[in-house]
């Protein structure tokens, strides 16, 4: 299903999803490292626009960025992934600012990460090459607000309440009117999201660029799609078991692989229909969900956790490969509701999404991080 080299159809356009916590700053075309020969930000920018000049199949480019809400459930993740940097701020204001030696010095300050995206979306659309509409997104002062290199453009049904790229991306790909589309990112939240959307997409297909400059893939996801041979109604329920099973703000699980936990989802994928339905958590969907957790664990007619807890610690299993607890299980499940309402409304310009404190998250040290269990580890009968 994956291939190495550039597949030989014809690209409309190109939808360019752009991390600034990464050392590398992917293009439409290639791969831009922050090397020694480009010490500021004039020859990085510079250079980010002879790729896109040269991106050749391509008619229009989009490039969205990821928001940075002070009080997001990545809030705490991104907190870790700092720790040791000291953050450095630099005023983006001009194209000679020099880029530092130790680049996360740099964006561990938030307001470094806010002015780059800004800086950079206002320099694709001014430098935009002549013959390609460039379209920019996330990386402005307002959330919702949208430019394009071309003045004709529409982007009002563009305009989104999104904090992540990756959801941005399913509202272009759900928006546009052309038969290909290109996304480029190294994301398997974009991959599953791709695939759970694409029955909403009017274009005929949709690839997706991964992998290295040296080792770059293009998947079709199109042909995964027709390769599954799921329902729709069961493929929009995949962002539930990603979330579920592990995802960038939600737990894995010990013992488990995706691969073990897909060979259950196929048999009871309607035990997630609940996940990410509605603001609103109902004693249903935890109970569906709880039995579809005891099934990973070869449990079939039970929805006790902790009766699977004992039971394999009984026959001699460690505890870090034992399943969590009923309280750890329900506060995970929670956890995972909210992340899969997130994916399922990435259809939608402006999502409805209750508070996370809601859903088992609380606030630490300024950052939103996910509740700890309440109950002992030990496996006991409840």
Known sequence: MLRSSTPTVKWDFCIFCQDTNLKESVSSVTTLKMSEQILDLSKYDQEVHVRLAVAHSFQRIDVLFDRYHEHSIKGGTRKRREKGSVAIKRPVTNRDLPLPAKWENFIAHQDNKTDLPRFLSQQLILRAPANKTIVAEGGFSDDEWVEASDPTFDTDSLEAKHEEADTRIILHCIRSRVETIVVSARD?????????????????????????????????????????????????????????????????????????????????????????????????????????????????????????????????????????????????????????LVWRQAHLQYPVLPPPENMEWKTMCLFLNSCRCLQFQMPVRS
């Open 188 to 340: 398997t939240d974009v991959l599953i999201l791709l695939i759970a959307y694409f029955h909403r997409m009017p274009c005929q297909q949709i690839w997706m660029k991964a992998g290295t400059a040296k080792d770059r893939k293009y998947i079709p996801i199109h042909a995964v799609v027709e390769k599954l041979q799921m329902e729709e109604e069961v493929l929009e329920l995949l962002p539930g078991f990603h979330a579920l099973t592990g995802s960038d703000s939600t737990s894995y699980i010990a013992g488990h692989t995706k691969k073990t936990c897909w060979n259950v989802f196929r048999q009871h994928s309607h035990l997630l229909k609940g996940l990410g339905e509605g603001p609103e958590f109902s004693d249903s969907t935890i109970m569906d969900a709880k039995v579809f957790f005891c099934k990973l664990y070869g449990a079939i007619n039970t929805n006790n956790i902790n009766e699977v807890r004992l039971g394999m610690f009984v026959k001699g299993m460690t505890i870090e490969r034992l399943p969590p607890t009923r309280d750890a299980l329900k506060f995970h499940i929670q956890r995972v509701h909210f992340q899969t």
